[in-house]
């Protein structure tokens, strides 16, 4: 007789689904670099993470024991592939952390070796033992005194807790070594991980209440399933924080600089250049490569301007934010973008120039700066002239 406890279908199938979903995305970058272990370990993990709780959902036990005609087959099925999933965990650690190729890859024979030898005996044991009713989600407990039934559920769980152990384990020491990212994400693995092992406790707890006459059956249905889905989840997470997370730098430093570029940009964005080649970007396009054109634009309309920038007017509101306080590096980006302001004045009225020209072209050190420069009241159109800072120079010579 069968029961229906424990979480439902749709938690099972979720889960599965987010895997499979991060292991499609891996797939373009795994037939890229097929030769790659690290890579093909990550892919390994995710395809049979998403497959284990396929295989767990209540509904899926059931449909592969109807369409195989074998009570309870599904048992055997979700076991190897639990099996795998925890040698996979090990293989990808393996391959990740830093060590000589060959100790790497004999690590990685030993290890697809013994899980390989696992989920054999998890089948034999399975053919040789005898499980006449079908149990779809207190199997473990049922069984667990039935021969060799009850050694194909040893198997699978003390196979899946030792790999989960040291995982855990290195995954700790490994995180002392370490920081940045890959710290990061191995801090996230070690509770998950030790959410993992936790499920193997709890299903030998189970076990041996069942040994004992203690009727603990809710730890198999109800209690153990509870901490799959955020194991998976954390262990997903720990993996692919270190493997994302420069790139999400990157993005995030991208996007920091699109905002403090935008006074500059808007400031220029009209300006007419006529040599230089701009086309609409996707929508698709990534903040680096936005970044990329606004910064050319930017460059662009800057090299237009040059033959109207005056170096009277940056002289003179340099002077001036020297006088209010500012310190050099402050004054400096205010002067230059005075200058620029006055040269899209000039550009835009049409009006000529008196100053000398300068011996070499003016080329800005750093954009940021001077883009946060235009936000200051004290750069406008009124005052990026040479009449208004010389106005203000003399009254403080004066005073």
Request: hydrophobic share 45%.
């Amino acid at each position: 007789m069968s029961h229906q406890h424990g979480p439902n279908n749709e938690a099972f199938y979720i889960c599965g689904i987010s895997l499979l979903l991060i292991c499609l995305f891996k797939v373009p970058a795994l037939l890229r670099r097929r030769r790659d272990p690290l890579l093909s370990s990550v892919v390994l993990l995710l395809l049979d993470g998403g497959f284990v709780f396929f295989l767990s959902a209540p509904e899926s036990i059931s449909a592969i024991n109807r369409a195989t005609g074998i009570v309870n087959f599904a048992a055997p099925v979700a076991y190897s592939a639990l099996a795998v999933f925890g040698g996979a965990n090990l293989l990808l650690l393996v391959n990740w952390r830093p060590s000589p190729p060959e100790q790497r890859r004999r690590a990685s024979r030993i290890c697809v070796i013994t899980y390989s030898l696992v989920v054999v005996l998890i089948i034999v044991f399975f053919w040789l033992g005898d499980a006449p009713v079908e149990q779809v989600t207190l199997f473990d407990w049922y069984y667990a005194d039935t021969p060799w039934i009850r050694e194909m559920i040893l198997t699978y769980l003390l196979a899946q807790g030792v790999a989960t152990t040291t995982t855990f384990v290195l995954c700790w020491r490994w995180s002392k070594e370490v920081d940045g990212f890959l710290r990061a994400g191995l801090r996230i693995l070690v509770p998950g991980y030790l959410l993992h092992v936790c499920y193997d406790v709890i299903k030998l707890v189970a076990i041996y209440g069942r040994w004992t006459g203690h009727q603990w059956d809710f730890l198999v249905d109800q209690v153990a399933p509870q901490t799959a889905a955020p194991s998976a989840a954390l262990v997903v997470i720990g993996f692919t924080l270190p493997l994302a997370g420069p790139r999400m730098a990157q993005t995030m430093q991208a996007l920091r600089q699109l905002r403090d570029l935008g006074p500059l940009w808007r400031e220029l964005k009209t300006v007419p250049t006529p040599g230089a080649i701009r086309t609409s970007l996707p929508l698709w396009s990534s903040p680096s490569v936005r970044l990329t054109r606004r910064r050319t634009s930017i460059f662009d309309a800057l090299l237009t301007l040059a033959p109207a920038y005056d170096s009277t007017v940056r002289d003179k509101a340099y002077r001036a934010a020297l006088d209010r306080g500012d310190d050099n590096p402050t004054a400096e980006a205010t002067a230059d973008a005075t200058m620029i302001v006055a040269a899209r004045v000039k550009q835009q009225t049409g009006s000529s120039s008196s100053a000398a020209p300068e011996t070499e072209p003016w080329r800005p050190r750093d954009l940021v700066p001077l883009s946060r420069a235009l936000t200051s009241p004290f750069v406008s159109s009124r005052s990026a002239s040479p009449q208004h800072y010389g106005a203000r120079v003399e009254s403080r010579q004066h005073d």
